[in-house]
């Protein structure tokens, strides 16, 4: 099945700094990528999804970057205010068939005012 | 994106009792999901809710211990059984958008927040 591995664990940066979260996934098949955003006591909310069939997407202060070829997809934030703080999780999903989310083991973001 | 009500938000339980969490959708969907976190980890899943047939579970989780009911395109119950220490946890069920419009993309309930004494 589908493995994906994300790194860091931890992240800490001066606010109005840039933030950036790696995954990897094994299964070339996937084809779906999403980020969630989680904070304490909350349910993920997803902040950004991308497609395999697209490179790159972009929101206001947030964006993700697609390397189909090696498998790997990034998160970026920019201008990262302290409400930024919290736990993300990378996820892909998209195997024929199947429309089950994998997720990594997540980010916790502490942006330091 | 859909709108889901989950219930309980949290609950402390007995061992050995069981405890059934609830959650509505408010607009009709083919795909649910049902999740488990447990505390500082990641999000594993227990099971994909089918309307009108059996659920679906990955490995190393069984219909006996969690029991999933899927009577509508709305609404999704999971039951954890015979409960013990070890499932405390936070449960989710999420949904899978069911238009072109959102991209597809699952949402999340808030989560119920089992502990079990």
């Known amino acids: 099945g589908e493995n994906v591995e994300q790194h860091p664990s931890t992240l800490s940066v001066q606010e109005g700094d840039s933030a950036v979260i790696k995954c990897t996934y094994s299964?070339?098949?996937?084809?779906?990528f999403p980020w969630y955003k989680q904070e304490l006591g909350k349910g993920p909310q997803l902040i950004i999804d991308?497609?395999?069939?697209?490179g790159e997407k972009k929101d206001q202060r947030i964006a993700v970057t697609l390397n189909k070829t090696a498998k790997h997809f990034s998160l970026h934030i920019t201008e990262t205010q302290p409400e930024d703080s919290a736990v993300y999780f990378c996820?892909?999903?998209?195997?024929?068939?199947?429309?089950?989310?994998?997720f990594g083991k997540g980010t916790k973001l502490s942006v330091i005012p | 994106s859909a709108v889901i009500s989950q219930k309980p938000s949290r609950d402390i339980c007995q061992r050995g009792t069981s405890l059934t969490i609830q959650c509505q959708v408010d607009?009709?969907?083919?795909?649910m999901f049902w999740y488990r976190q447990q505390p500082g980890q990641s999000l594993t899943l227990i099971a994909t809710?089918?309307?009108?047939?059996?659920?679906?579970?990955e490995s190393g989780f069984v219909i006996d211990k969690f029991p999933i009911s899927r009577p509508n395109l709305t609404f999704s119950t999971l039951t954890v059984s015979n409960m013990s220490p070890e499932d405390s946890s936070i449960y989710l069920c999420?949904?899978?958008?069911?238009?072109?419009?959102?991209?597809?993309?699952?949402?999340f309930g808030s989560g119920t927040r089992l502990t079990v004494v």
């Open positions: 999420s949904v899978r958008g069911a238009s072109r419009g959102s991209n597809y993309g699952y949402t």
């Open positions: 299964d070339s098949a996937s084809n779906y």
């Open positions: 991308i497609r395999s069939n697209v």
């Open positions: 996820a892909a999903s998209g195997r024929a068939g199947s429309y089950q989310l994998t």
């Open positions: 607009s009709q969907v083919t795909m």
């Open positions: 809710a089918n309307q009108g047939s059996e659920a679906t579970y």
